[in-house]
């Protein structure tokens, strides 16, 4: 993880500025954390020490069960804001968070910043907002586990899971998100690579026809 100084950190707070979704000014205590693929955002279990807000990039959320097994549950893009349940709860248990690809955010001290947060009437309208629409996608994940075939969601998470043109995310990982079993992925990664859609390479897939996979996942979208 990256912590930006300087005239490097005062350029990007500028290009990228969030003062509008705050009555008070936050900036001057504000980082710009820049985090590597696989890097960890935040660690399960372990209470975040910033409120953090997505400028670029992407991230997994994760969560352990009682009998070791490890579960994707959602995605963070940008515009997102990551640590906010632990803002508003005392008590909260603490999702893993991972960087998909290279992810730069802004970090707010939750120390410094708390109870100013919470008395923000504009911060607390943009943070409902986004807690909106993130219910209301999860809703849409699991009507759409019934809805739409296998190809049309495995083509919408590998657009929203490659880096770079390159998907590699564990097959049992997909399984378990998408609802499906180890045969019917592997049936379905291998269409795609008979279509020319994907080139396997080694234990990844490079995306040859992204147009053809954006047709597949854009039918979720039109339901």
């Known amino acids: 993880m990256e912590v930006y100084k300087g ?22 205590f504000m980082e710009v954390h820049e985090y590597q693929r696989d890097e960890w955002i935040i660690r399960e279990g372990m209470r975040p020490v910033f409120l953090f807000y997505v400028i670029e990039g992407k991230a997994k959320i994760y969560v352990s069960h009682q009998n070791g097994k490890v579960s994707l549950i959602n995605f963070i893009n940008a ?27 802004f970090a707010l001290p939750v120390h410094r910043y708390r109870t100013q ?47 770079e043109g390159i998907y590699k ?22 269409k795609f690579c008979e279509n020319d859609y994907l080139q396997k390479e080694g234990r990844s897939y490079r995306i040859k026809q992204f147009h053809a996979l954006y047709e597949l996942a854009e039918a979720l979208k039109n339901k």
């Open 7 to 28: 005239e490097k950190k005062r350029l990007y707070l500028e290009k990228n500025s969030i003062a509008s979704l705050f009555s008070f000014p936050v900036e001057e």
């Open 79 to 105: 515009n997102d804001f990551i640590g906010e349940m632990e803002l508003i709860n005392d008590v909260y248990y603490t999702k893993g968070i991972q960087a998909l690809t290279k992810t730069i955010c």
């Open 117 to 163: 947060l919470l008395d923000d009437a504009k911060f607390l309208r943009e943070l409902t907002k986004f807690l909106s629409v993130k219910a209301t996608f999860m809703a849409a994940k699991y009507s759409q586990s019934q809805a739409f075939p296998l190809e049309n969601r495995l083509a919408d998470f590998i657009l929203q899971t490659a880096d």
């Open 169 to 190: 995310e564990k097959h049992v990982t997909v399984c378990d998100y998408l609802g499906v079993s180890y045969r019917h992925l592997l049936h379905v990664l291998t």
